[in-house]
């Protein structure tokens, strides 16, 4: 079973998917920010596609690659490190404690196995709803005490 993370709303497909606007938390793991980018980076292919995917941040619109990179237990989209390094998007705590149990290090995937497992959207697109929902009451204004 393969978990995604790291993938984004799309109109008018993947309506479900998050908006990488709606994770924005600054300064989130800044210390091990340069392990999380080199972990992301040497992702194994899981998936090639025509044509680049570009940051979805409007004003950025950075080309971020063509490929699904895999750990054999999550599949995110590659160039997903830009969102942490440029526009400090969060993701979620389970995929680092395990890059953390992993030394950093991803290990070696068996690519044609890899192919066969079923891939869980669920998993992230409820992290993305609880965290989003969250993230945005911390920025509201307190509440103005009844008088
Ligand atoms: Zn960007």
Redesign the pocket.
């Known amino acids: 079973m393969l978990l995604e993370v790291g993938y984004w709303r799309s109109v008018p497909y993947l309506w479900d998917y998050p908006r990488p606007q709606s994770l924005i938390a600054p300064g989130w793991r800044a210390a091990e920010r340069p392990r999380i980018v080199r972990y992301l980076q040497s992702g194994k292919t899981h998936t090639r596609w025509r044509g680049y995917s570009r940051?979805?941040?409007p004003e950025?619109?950075?080309a971020l690659g063509s490929r699904c990179l895999t750990d054999g237990r999550w599949l995110w989209p590659e160039g997903l490190e830009?969102?942490i390094e440029?526009?400090d998007v969060m993701l979620p705590r389970w995929f680092i404690d395990e890059m953390t149990l992993r030394k950093w290090q991803v290990p070696e995937v068996d690519e044609d196995e890899i192919q066969q497992e079923p891939i869980v959207e669920a998993f992230w697109i409820n992290w993305a709803r609880k965290t989003a929902k969250s993230l945005a009451q911390r920025h509201q204004p307190p509440p103005v005490p009844a008088t």
Request: a positive charge.
């Open positions: 940051c979805r941040f950025c619109g950075a830009h969102y440029h526009h």
